[in-house]
């Protein structure tokens, strides 16, 4: 996982311990994974201002969040893994992108 703020992560992981937080970072950790994996596929780790590319890249990053979500977490822990990833991910400006389009 690329992250931008590496101190972030290993904090969460040293503090988050219970069962649910754990889940909370398996989660972010595979989204983020398949997510870095799309980018690379698709040689966009930077983002584009064309509409049709951020149309793309959201549907791109909302298939990765269903299919990261192996244990079936709830949408309020997904959002926790949000706030994380915003936090310390270098496609962070692509995951607010993402969530400004899709919960708006």
């Known amino acids: 996982m690329r992250l931008l703020n590496p101190r972030y992560w290993k904090n969460c992981e040293e503090t988050m311990l219970r069962g649910y937080d754990r889940a909370i970072l398996r989660f972010a950790e595979r989204w983020a994974t398949l997510i870095e994996k799309v980018f690379d596929d698709l040689n966009q780790l930077k983002t584009c201002g064309d509409k049709e590319d951020r149309k793309l890249r959201n549907e791109l990053i909302s298939e990765a969040k ?3 979500n192996t244990e079936n977490i709830s ?14 991910h270098v496609l962070k ?10 919960y708006s």
């Open 93 to 102: 400006t692509n995951i607010i992108e993402w969530l400004d389009d899709c």
């Open 75 to 88: 949408e309020d822990m997904i959002m926790e893994a949000i706030k994380i990833l915003i936090s310390c």
């Open 66 to 68: 269903k299919n990261a």
